[in-house]
């Protein structure tokens, strides 16, 4: 058997479960087994699956279990206490990690101590954004005897606020007690206090051994909502379970004491308990426990503590509220309330203010893309799904000034700024995004927003781009960006990529839709006609090999300024190529790529709203950092890097991964290289097609013809996400056919004098 079962449940941390299995199976004590505790049921893209069956795959020792995500944290920890081999049992969260060298350090100390029934550790808790914030529990080891002992030895214990992955629990010793997690919310609280009172002999190790992840949402257990109310059903089934056992006195007052600390600072908190009628009926139930509980013998504290011992205990709530108000109530606390008059008062004219009055329209859905830029990428794609499946929902996508005469005749429009602008985005009951609406829309109750991205992310993006300054100061600042992300309900993820990225660069409590990106639907229900008329409508002579030329654009410089001289690298190409420019939207209107058409050779296609139409006209893709190369790779077709700049790149707007160690196909670091590659063939080679298939498994691993669709019916039509069509696999899709292509004059063969470019 094992020394070591480590726990770990999966449910709901998709994007931040990656680095957990690694953090344990890179351990450098390696008799253990890992459990990792997944969904009974599995959804159309359930990445948590996935990354546990890679892992099983390279490593024997890690094994699955299920367990419903409707039973939550406690049921997932006994479905693999269940199941575990160890010696001893550690809990370990998805979104945590084991600090290295923790298992060897952890062993050496049951080995000096005995083999105790438990042994207590530290953690560490880990802000999502300001880092480590150190030790958690350091009054814990404070007086603790320096062997193995018994919790009447040790002043600190039992105590509700040590989490049950800080612990390391003999098997054995749960299995004759038959201790399992309770259900419900604050479940550790009664787990941590059970296992000391029945333990013979207890250890304790003054080590950070787990890095637990503080998330920006924070935590659940001091969220608002009804589930406060566990914290009692906790406490009485703990009190309960205690007094059945006859502990000492001492111990006895010391877990009553413990757990009222627990409910104090819950009733002291009203943002805990959003209503007034559900924080009288916490303190009211609450009292009494108190009083059903309370030890023969019980000293109250002193101060301001036993103030509210006393107030609990006999039941006065008023007293206890006014007591609360006094102690948090600020000097001048009225005047920013002054303040906020002030501004109303000059925004009272507003129209906005008059819409919000109105009830929201549960038939009214919002789309837009690129502030106003058009018809264009994800929201486009969702707005043409929803016209289809669901035509009882009216639709309307927003467009700046003088861009609606670019719209389909079948879209009505409307102008951002306008009356009719600010009548829509207060009413609306969905809205679509794929950046953001202006600072001044504020999100309603009732009301679902769909960030629907626009790119997988290669570059960093969200609080990542967080010292990268080129990166951060076009982001603009920090907070309003978090503002804006609280304001999202569900996210539309292209990749199990995307989907980690999202979860640390915008974190947030909404739900990832792992769907695959909708404007890609495109690529897999074009057929050889569309092809065709899409390159004769973008004057494509017949036998042409289009290549599909697309930089992205530098936070580092100005304007748009090709990295190839393309008239020259035109001319060098030969007769046989043409090359479509599709510079990034930023740079649209820039007078570089307006002078790049050349002799008939470059056709300029940045301003067409549709990239998904580009993309189908081109034989291969160029590009350098855009995103566009994720998009296209589901074509299957050749991909060329064009990566001159890739170092200064990478300095100034940081990277997630090195792409040049894992390309989609060949790649040039000048354009005489960019030349030959195509001259000679090597960008339609056996070795760019090896590439780009290792690239696809990584990065389509989603887009499969269906996210549309999926989207529709997951968000409005409310139906669960285990019931979505599931992901077709990569070896099962077809994309849109290539067009034929005339084969390209090759090189002269040797003894012919070289053509010099």
């Given at each position: 058997?094992?020394?070591?079962t480590?726990?770990?449940?999966?449910?709901?941390?998709?994007?931040?479960?990656?680095?957990?299995?690694?953090?344990?199976?890179?351990?450098?004590?390696?008799?253990l087994?890992?459990?990792?505790?997944?969904?009974?049921?599995?959804?159309?893209?359930?990445?948590?699956?996935?990354i546990?069956?890679?892992?099983a795959?390279?490593?024997p020792?890690?094994?699955?279990?299920?367990?419903?995500s409707?039973?939550?944290?406690?049921?997932?920890?006994?479905?693999?206490?269940?199941?575990?081999?160890?010696?001893?049992v550690?809990?370990?969260?998805?979104?945590?990690?084991?600090?290295?060298?923790?298992?060897?350090?952890?062993?050496?100390?049951?080995?000096?101590?005995?083999?105790?029934?438990?042994?207590?550790?530290?953690?560490?808790?880990?802000?999502?954004?300001?880092?480590?914030?150190?030790?958690?529990?350091?009054?814990?080891?404070?007086?603790?005897?320096?062997?193995?002992?018994?919790?009447?030895?040790?002043?600190?214990?039992?105590?509700?606020?040590?989490?049950?992955?800080?612990?390391?629990?003999?098997?054995?010793?749960?299995?004759?007690?038959?201790?399992?997690?309770?259900?419900?919310?604050?479940?550790?609280?009664?787990?941590?206090?059970?296992?000391?009172?029945?333990?013979?002999?207890?250890?304790?190790l003054?080590?950070?051994?787990?890095?637990?992840?503080?998330?920006?949402?924070?935590?659940?257990?001091?969220?608002?909502?009804?589930?406060?109310?566990d914290?009692?059903?906790?406490?009485?089934?703990?009190?309960?379970?205690?007094?059945?056992?006859?502990?000492?006195?001492?111990?006895?007052a010391?877990?009553?004491?413990?757990?009222?600390?627990?409910?104090?600072?819950?009733?002291?908190?009203?943002?805990?308990?959003?209503?007034?009628?559900?924080?009288?009926?916490?303190?009211?139930?609450?009292?009494?426990?108190?009083?059903?509980?309370?030890?023969?013998?019980?000293?109250?504290?002193?101060?301001?503590?036993?103030?509210?011992?006393?107030?609990?205990?006999?039941?006065?709530?008023?007293?206890?509220?006014?007591?609360?108000?006094?102690?948090?109530?600020?000097?001048?606390?009225?005047?920013?309330?002054?303040?906020?008059?002030?501004?109303?008062?000059?925004?009272?004219?507003?129209?906005?203010?008059?819409?919000?009055?109105?009830?929201?329209?549960?038939?009214?859905?919002?789309?837009?893309?690129?502030?106003?830029?058009?018809?264009?990428?994800?929201?486009?794609?969702?707005?043409?799904?929803?016209?289809?499946?669901?035509?009882?929902?009216?639709?309307?996508f927003?467009?700046?000034?003088?861009?609606?005469?670019?719209m389909?005749?079948?879209?009505?429009?409307?102008?951002?700024?306008?009356r009719?602008?600010?009548?829509?985005?207060?009413?609306?009951?969905?809205?679509?995004?794929?950046?953001?609406?202006?600072?001044?829309?504020?999100?309603r109750?009732?009301?679902?927003?769909?960030?629907?991205?626009?790119?997988?992310?290669?570059?960093?993006?969200?609080?990542?781009?967080?010292?990268?300054?080129?990166?951060?100061?076009?982001?603009?600042?920090?907070?309003?960006?978090?503002?804006?992300?609280?304001?999202?309900?569900?996210?539309?993820s292209?990749?199990?990529?995307s989907?980690?990225?999202?979860?640390?660069?915008?974190?947030?409590?909404?739900?990832?839709?792992?769907?695959?990106?909708?404007?890609?639907?495109?690529?897999?229900?074009?057929?050889?006609?569309?092809?065709?008329?899409?390159?004769?409508?973008?004057?494509?002579?017949?036998?042409?090999?289009?290549?599909?030329?697309?930089?992205?654009?530098?936070n580092?410089?100005?304007?748009?300024?090709?990295?190839?001289?393309?008239?020259?690298?035109c001319?060098?190409?030969?007769?046989?190529?043409?090359?479509?420019?599709?510079?990034?939207?930023?740079?649209?209107?820039?007078?570089?790529?307006?002078?790049?058409?050349h002799?008939?050779?470059?056709?300029?296609?940045?301003?067409?709203?549709?990239?998904?139409?580009?993309?189908?006209?081109?034989?291969?893709?160029?590009?350098?950092?855009?995103?566009?190369?994720?998009?296209?790779?589901?074509?299957?077709?050749?991909?060329?890097?064009?990566?001159?700049?890739?170092?200064?790149?990478?300095?100034?707007?940081?990277?997630?991964?090195?792409l040049?160690?894992?390309?989609?196909?060949?790649?040039?670091?000048?354009?005489?290289?960019?030349?030959?590659i195509?001259?000679?063939?090597?960008?339609?080679?056996?070795?760019?097609?090896?590439?780009?298939a290792a690239?696809?498994?990584?990065?389509?691993?989603?887009?499969?013809?269906l996210?549309?669709?999926?989207?529709?019916?997951?968000?409005?039509?409310?139906?669960?996400?285990?019931?979505?069509?599931?992901?077709?696999?990569?070896?099962?899709?077809?994309?849109?056919?290539?067009?034929?292509?005339?084969?390209?004059?090759?090189?002269?063969?040797?003894?012919?004098?070289?053509?010099?470019?």
């Amino acid at each position: 058997m094992p020394r070591f079962t480590i726990i770990v449940p999966t449910h709901g941390v998709s994007g931040r479960l990656a680095d957990c299995p690694g953090s344990v199976l890179g351990q450098s004590f390696e008799d253990l087994e890992l459990i990792a505790v997944v969904d009974d049921i599995e959804g159309p893209a359930d990445l948590c699956s996935t990354i546990v069956a890679e892992h099983a795959e390279r490593d024997p020792r890690v094994r699955r279990t299920q367990s419903p995500s409707s039973g939550g944290l406690p049921r997932a920890r006994n479905a693999g206490a269940e199941v575990a081999n160890g010696e001893y049992v550690l809990f370990l969260n998805g979104d945590d990690r084991l600090v290295p060298r923790t298992l060897a350090a952890i062993d050496a100390r049951l080995a000096e101590t005995e083999d105790p029934d438990l042994l207590f550790f530290d953690h560490e808790r880990v802000h999502w954004f300001e880092g480590s914030q150190g030790p958690a529990l350091q009054w814990l080891w404070k007086g603790a005897p320096a062997g193995a002992f018994s919790v009447e030895q040790h002043a600190a214990l039992p105590d509700p606020m040590v989490p049950a992955f800080c612990g390391a629990y003999r098997r054995r010793f749960l299995t004759e007690h038959r201790l399992s997690l309770a259900p419900g919310m604050f479940t550790d609280t009664v787990w941590s206090v059970l296992c000391a009172l029945r333990a013979e002999r207890i250890a304790v190790l003054d080590r950070v051994c787990v890095r637990h992840l503080l998330r920006r949402q924070g935590e659940q257990n001091r969220g608002a909502g009804l589930h406060h109310l566990d914290l009692l059903d906790q406490f009485d089934l703990a009190m309960n379970e205690a007094a059945v056992l006859t502990p000492p006195a001492s111990v006895l007052a010391r877990t009553f004491g413990g757990f009222t600390h627990e409910v104090l600072k819950t009733a002291s908190t009203p943002s805990r308990l959003p209503s007034a009628i559900l924080r009288r009926r916490f303190f009211r139930r609450a009292s009494r426990l108190y009083r059903r509980h309370r030890p023969a013998g019980f000293r109250q504290p002193s101060g301001r503590l036993g103030a509210q011992h006393r107030l609990l205990a006999s039941g006065h709530y008023v007293v206890f509220c006014a007591l609360r108000a006094a102690e948090k109530r600020p000097t001048g606390y009225l005047a920013p309330a002054f303040q906020r008059a002030g501004s109303l008062w000059q925004r009272r004219r507003h129209p906005y203010l008059t819409f919000l009055r109105r009830p929201i329209d549960e038939h009214l859905a919002v789309f837009s893309a690129y502030r106003g830029r058009g018809y264009a990428c994800n929201p486009a794609a969702i707005h043409a799904a929803v016209q289809r499946l669901v035509p009882h929902i009216k639709t309307v996508f927003l467009v700046a000034d003088g861009s609606g005469q670019q719209m389909p005749d079948s879209v009505e429009c409307v102008v951002i700024g306008s009356r009719r602008y600010w009548e829509v985005m207060a009413t609306a009951k969905y809205t679509f995004n794929n950046v953001d609406f202006e600072m001044a829309v504020k999100k309603r109750r009732g009301t679902v927003h769909v960030q629907t991205q626009h790119g997988t992310p290669l570059k960093r993006v969200g609080v990542d781009q967080v010292g990268f300054p080129a990166a951060a100061a076009a982001a603009g600042p920090l907070g309003r960006l978090l503002e804006r992300v609280d304001g999202w309900d569900f996210i539309v993820s292209s990749n199990h990529h995307s989907t980690e990225v999202w979860q640390h660069a915008y974190p947030g409590a909404y739900e990832s839709l792992n769907v695959g990106y909708l404007r890609n639907d495109t690529f897999y229900s074009a057929t050889a006609d569309d092809v065709s008329t899409i390159r004769k409508r973008f004057g494509i002579s017949e036998g042409k090999t289009a290549l599909l030329y697309a930089p992205t654009h530098r936070n580092y410089r100005t304007g748009f300024a090709p990295q190839l001289n393309l008239p020259a690298w035109c001319d060098a190409l030969g007769e046989d190529f043409v090359v479509l420019l599709r510079a990034h939207h930023f740079d649209e209107g820039s007078a570089g790529h307006e002078r790049a058409v050349h002799s008939g050779k470059l056709i300029d296609l940045t301003e067409h709203r549709s990239a998904e139409e580009v993309c189908l006209a081109a034989d291969a893709l160029i590009t350098d950092y855009s995103s566009i190369m994720f998009d296209y790779a589901n074509l299957d077709r050749p991909i060329v890097l064009y990566a001159d700049d890739w170092d200064i790149y990478r300095a100034t707007r940081g990277v997630y991964f090195d792409l040049l160690a894992e390309p989609p196909g060949a790649v040039a670091r000048t354009q005489d290289e960019l030349t030959r590659i195509f001259r000679e063939g090597e960008w339609d080679g056996e070795l760019s097609g090896r590439l780009r298939a290792a690239f696809r498994e990584r990065f389509c691993d989603l887009d499969d013809g269906l996210a549309a669709e999926r989207v529709v019916r997951r968000v409005l039509l409310g139906e669960p996400a285990d019931r979505l069509p599931p992901i077709v696999p990569l070896s099962g899709r077809v994309p849109a056919p290539a067009p034929p292509r005339v084969p390209p004059q090759r090189p002269a063969p040797k003894g012919v004098p070289p053509c010099h470019i």
